[in-house]
DNA sequence: CTGAAAGCGCTAACAG
DNA sequence: CTGTTAGCGCTTTCAG
């Protein structure tokens, strides 16, 4: 049980007071150049490293950031999260991760979060609430939805244009012919199902089509097995599906050609959205819209070390469509 | 920006002393009933929440448990990181997350770890370190692997007893007419992948056989696909294959159909491990031993609150043989 | 430019 | 049982 080594230890060593050594660490306040120097080759001999709770504690800020994840089970969620902690990683920040129980309203978890002085809140959840924006702005705490958008609250948001990805999705399904589509989606009360749908039906009226039919659900396999069922029974001419996320494109297909015997995609198309590894399992070889995760990522991590440069709440950026083989050519 | 309200206030609007409050906050000394009473009222009334950065620095300890992961892309990670963090927030413990970068070992991630002043460190990647065990006995950090353990080092670990699920599922292979065996296993330097290798051949071994093959690489689809071609080439009347998770079999059976035109399980039968949600999609129907991922993680709990109390060190679940239908009736 | 000194909010002896 | 008193390790005025 060693004793950890302290500024007054690297102080002692280089014949300085604590505090110079302390302006050294946190790059505050001047230090002549050799004294500096010196407080450096005491701290690296020591193998001085600074304790992070005290420093968090006078500062009032640590360099932790929060990230709120709700659906888990969704395969998109494991990419984003392993990208965002090793972007943060690379920055020398730290994840706290919080687990929001289903059901549960942001709201009530953002008071806990922010008693760890966190660096900033990404939210990555579904549900949504109305207040935690508000509780952030107070604190000081900048607050990044990823993924998705709230209309209200004045929180920055960063996701996929999704409304742009239902609308290429709408053209490639006309495009190849089919003509009687239905949008498969999930929760009903997100912004990537709601632009999604309004997209891909935006991008049928262009070809004076429109959905027969308009399906919400959750974001899950489970689902999307499920609601083809019914859906095929009204309408045994559908020839294409646009669906929520991939995980519910999955289901479609698995449903479509294990449960109701049909042939994807020379009897029916499916396109997913996100492009998780499994879109690209040769059992599916997913036609798909693509989140540009690498772009989202930059472009939070920017919102959360400059928000006060950025005026624009909402950042879309532009998704990319991954043509495979459930889609006809 | 409003004011946090601390242990002072409370103790003002009490009319107690600032070290009452902390008594009875952290539930440590003696305080009266009525006062005690007076106390959590004004607490009550003003919303006072103790300030857990304080607590940290003063006490050498935090609530926050740390959780390294490493190999993120394999599909039992978000189900078993879910599943952890679920359960440490039943006992309010937050989760720290630490991504391991690839190929990084641990022990050059623990003394960052440690400056937290966590109250437990669990490792989840493959890739090990000989020296974390001792860090953190040093410095009085309960420290448990998950679902795989060391030779050497002492720490607690808690896994699926690999070596019964390996037997079980030869003898599955063997009872259901099978003679030609290979193993894809995942990591080969990893305690899952040997145990479940050597399971398998102590189980085909009861039987008088051997496998043809045996083979490592990584625990990810890409590999088991890869791995069955060369495999089948070699072995054209190769009648099973067991692999070392549910993603290497799902690469294996896709490969097998599109790749190869085999029949599954008809031709060759294909067993997992871990029973992931995509092993139960219809698209394979994988026959796997699922994780008994409930029990291990009481297990991993128990372990962190009473290392003391326990004077083993492994501790293996018995995992569970799931009959799907990538295996012969 | 540097050191002394005052805390951040809380816990843990220690008297009373 | 309760209040007083030191700090935890660090940052940040404030003199010098």
Redesign the interface.
């Given at each position: 049980?060693?004793k950890r080594v302290t500024q007054r230890d690297v102080a002692a060593r280089a014949g300085v007071s604590q505090a110079a050594v302390s302006r050294v660490m946190a790059e505050h306040g001047y230090v002549a150049e050799d004294v500096r120097a010196r407080i450096m080759e005491a701290a690296a001999a020591l193998g001085y490293?600074?304790?992070?709770?005290?420093r968090?504690?006078i500062t009032g800020r640590?360099n932790?950031v929060a990230?709120v994840v709700g659906n888990?089970?969704n395969?998109f969620?494991?990419?984003a999260?392993?990208a965002l902690?090793?972007a943060l990683?690379q920055e020398d920040r730290?994840?706290?991760?919080?687990?929001a129980?289903p059901g549960q309203n942001i709201d009530d978890l953002i008071?806990?979060v922010l008693?760890?002085?966190v660096a900033g809140i990404i939210v990555m959840t579904v549900a949504l609430g109305s207040r935690a924006a508000e509780f952030c702005a107070?604190?000081?705490v900048p607050y990044v939805l990823f993924h998705r958008y709230a209309e209200q609250g004045g929180a920055f948001a960063v996701a996929c244009d999704s409304g742009a990805g239902g609308r290429e999705a709408a053209r490639h399904l006309v495009a190849t012919g089919c003509r009687t589509m239905a949008y498969v989606g999930g929760l009903e009360d997100s912004s990537p199902n709601r632009d999604r749908a309004n997209g891909f039906i935006a991008g049928l009226r262009e070809a004076g089509l429109a959905p027969v039919e308009h399906l919400n659900g959750a974001f899950t396999?489970d689902w999307g097995?499920e609601a083809i069922n019914g859906l095929l029974y009204r309408h045994p001419d559908l020839d294409a599906v646009f669906c929520g996320d991939d995980a519910i494109a999955?289901?479609v297909?698995?449903?479509l050609?294990?449960?109701l015997g049909r042939k994807v995609p020379d009897e029916v198309s499916v396109i997913g959205f996100d492009d998780v590894?499994?879109a690209n399992?040769?059992?599916?070889r997913l036609t798909t819209v693509r989140q540009p995760l690498e772009a989202m990522i930059a472009q939070t991590l920017t919102l959360l070390k400059h928000p006060e440069d950025e005026a624009r709440r909402l950042h879309l950026l532009p998704g990319e469509m991954i043509i495979r083989a459930t889609t006809r050519r």
């Open positions: 049980m060693q490293r600074p304790d992070p709770v005290a968090t504690l640590s932790i990230v888990v089970v395969p969620f494991p990419v999260l392993s902690t090793e990683r730290e994840v706290l991760l919080f687990n129980a008071p806990g008693r760890y002085k107070d604190a000081g396999y097995r999955c289901g297909v698995d449903a050609r294990y449960d590894p499994q399992w040769a059992a599916y």
